[in-house]
C-alpha cells in the first residue's frame, strides 16, 4: 500500500511502518519481517515501528533493523488496544513513566539509530503524558507523535485539544 500510495501520489515524507514485536524467543513473524524489507520499500522513507516493554527486547529490535540499513526507529507507546496493553506494552507503559525513562537509559547509549516515540495524552487520563514529556525532553528524539486522546478512550471520543495545548507547550 505504501508502495502504490507513494507512486500515484507521491510528496509523503515518510511512512511508519505497522509495529513490529519479539514473538517469543527472540523471534520475528515472517509477515512483519517481510513488511520492513529494504527491498519491499524502494523509493520511500521508511521509519519501521517497534512494540516492546523491555531493553532487551528493544535492543535486539532495533539491532535487527539496524543490519537492514535503518538509521530511525519508532517506539510505539500509543497503541491502545487491550491485547497489547495487558501484556505491558504500548499506551500501557504510560502508566509507568519511569520505566520508559529506565529503558531509554539503557537503550540509548546502545542502539545507533535516531529515535521517535508514538504516544498519547495518558493511559486513563490526560495528565499522565505531561510528567512524561518533561522528563523526554531530556533525550535525543528526533519526534514526539502524540495522539490526542488517551487510551481508554481508544479511537473514540473527542480529543482533548486542551490537553494536547499543554503538552506542546512541554
Same mark, same amino acid.
Given at each position: 500500500?505504501?508502495?502504490?500510495?507513494?507512486?500515484?501520489?507521491?510528496?509523503?515524507?515518510?511512512?511508519?511502518?505497522?509495529?513490529?514485536?519479539?514473538?517469543?524467543?527472540?523471534?520475528?513473524?515472517?509477515?512483519?519481517?517481510?513488511?520492513?524489507?529494504?527491498?519491499?520499500?524502494?523509493?520511500?522513507?521508511?521509519?519501521?515501528?517497534?512494540?516492546?516493554? *523491555?531493553?532487551?527486547?528493544?535492543?535486539? &529490535?532495533?539491532?535487527? +533493523?539496524? !543490519?537492514?540499513?535503518?538509521? /530511525? $526507529?519508532?517506539?510505539?507507546?500509543?497503541?491502545?488496544?487491550?491485547?497489547?496493553?495487558?501484556?505491558?506494552?504500548?499506551?500501557?507503559?504510560?502508566?509507568?513513566?519511569?520505566?520508559?525513562?529506565?529503558?531509554?537509559?539503557?537503550?540509548?547509549?546502545?542502539?545507533?539509530?535516531?529515535?521517535?516515540?508514538?504516544?498519547?495524552?495518558?493511559?486513563? *487520563?490526560?495528565?499522565?503524558?505531561?510528567? &512524561?514529556?518533561?522528563? +523526554?525532553? !531530556?533525550?535525543?528524539?528526533? /519526534? $514526539?507523535?502524540?495522539?490526542?486522546?488517551?487510551?481508554?478512550?481508544?479511537?473514540?471520543?473527542?480529543?482533548?485539544?486542551?490537553?494536547?495545548?499543554?503538552?506542546?507547550?512541554?
Amino acid at each position: 500500500f505504501r508502495n502504490a500510495f507513494q507512486k500515484c501520489f507521491g510528496s509523503i515524507d515518510r511512512y511508519y511502518s505497522p509495529w513490529i514485536k519479539l514473538d517469543g524467543q527472540q523471534t520475528i513473524r515472517n509477515a512483519q519481517i517481510r513488511d520492513v524489507k529494504p527491498e519491499n520499500n524502494a523509493g520511500i522513507n521508511l521509519i519501521p515501528q517497534i512494540m516492546c516493554k *523491555n531493553s532487551a527486547d528493544f535492543i535486539f &529490535l532495533a539491532n535487527y +533493523l539496524g !543490519d537492514l540499513g535503518y538509521d /530511525e $526507529i519508532n517506539w510505539n507507546l500509543g497503541c491502545p488496544y487491550p491485547m497489547v496493553t495487558k501484556r505491558g506494552m504500548g499506551s500501557a507503559l504510560l502508566r509507568e513513566p519511569d520505566k520508559i525513562i529506565s529503558v531509554l537509559d539503557e537503550v540509548l547509549p546502545k542502539i545507533h539509530q535516531k529515535l521517535s516515540l508514538k504516544m498519547r495524552l495518558g493511559f486513563e *487520563n490526560e495528565h499522565e503524558s505531561l510528567h &512524561l514529556l518533561s522528563k +523526554l525532553n !531530556d533525550y535525543p528524539l528526533t /519526534e $514526539i507523535i502524540l495522539h490526542a486522546r488517551t487510551a481508554k478512550q481508544m479511537y473514540k471520543g473527542n480529543v482533548n485539544l486542551d490537553a494536547f495545548e499543554a503538552c506542546l507547550s512541554q
